[in-house]
């Protein structure tokens, strides 16, 4: 129940199309869905993150859908850039609980085509 | 230059040693955590601190120790305990409390190799 399942675990892309990550979780307890940018050999960047009390939150061109009911969520990237290409994770959290632990995605390893 | 720095970015060892890891934030952050990271798998918590002097098994504590004497400062050790320590690890650390964020920013890692 403490599981984040994401997809796909790679995804091309061509410069200027849409790249989408897909999670789900199953413990309704969580309460903040961040996504991480990792790029080789660095640690992982805090890009953009959602509470459940919003379906959508927009920043720039990355963009969190969040479905309630589903128990998913999912990045959208649009126009995305050879720039883009790296590794992203999805995570979930109890934020007030349990030291704000977060239960990381599998990861999806994305490369945008010039 | 506010951050997180881990320290070394590359380790070997021989099989049979302990290593440590050491990580320092100057972020005046309370939480601090250790992940770790292998090939197509997501980051699993090994242990995190909410506060000095106190820290918690995440979820695959075995073969590790750490230690939190200091707010800036939770270095890890692998001991000749841990099966397959080969592997990258990565430090965070948040604002934490009750009250604080806990969104978690992390150091650059370091890679160990164990032969």
């Known amino acids: 129940q403490q599981q984040v399942k994401q997809s796909p675990q790679s995804l091309i892309v061509q410069k200027g199309g849409i790249s989408i990550i897909n999670c789900a979780y199953e413990n309704t307890a969580f309460d903040y869905f961040p996504w991480y940018q990792q790029f080789p050999g660095k640690g992982p960047a805090l890009l953009i993150a959602i509470r459940p009390d919003v379906s959508e939150k927009k920043e720039g061109r990355f963009t969190i859908s969040f479905n309630k009911s589903a128990k998913q969520f999912s990045l959208h990237i649009m126009d995305s850039q050879p720039g883009d290409s790296a590794t992203y994770f999805c995570a979930a959290s109890i934020l007030y609980n349990q030291g704000g632990k977060l239960i990381f995605g599998q990861g999806t390893e994305l490369s945008v085509k010039p | 230059d506010g951050g997180i720095t881990q320290s070394p970015k590359y380790l070997f060892r021989k099989e049979g040693q302990n290593v440590t890891l050491s990580c320092e934030q100057n972020l005046n952050h309370d939480a601090m955590y250790w992940y770790r990271q292998d090939p197509g798998q997501g980051l699993r918590l090994i242990y995190y601190?909410?506060?000095?002097?106190?820290?918690q098994k995440g979820d695959i504590a075995e073969g590790y120790s750490v230690s939190r004497e200091k707010k800036e400062s939770f270095p890890l050790t692998v001991t000749s305990a841990q099966k397959n320590p080969t592997a990258f690890y990565l430090c965070?650390?948040?604002?934490?409390?009750?009250?604080?964020?806990?969104?978690?920013?992390f150091g650059p890692g370091t890679r160990l190799t164990v032969t």
């Open positions: 965070a650390s948040s604002i934490g409390g009750t009250s604080g964020s806990h969104e978690q920013y």
């Open positions: 601190s909410q506060i000095v002097n106190d820290f």
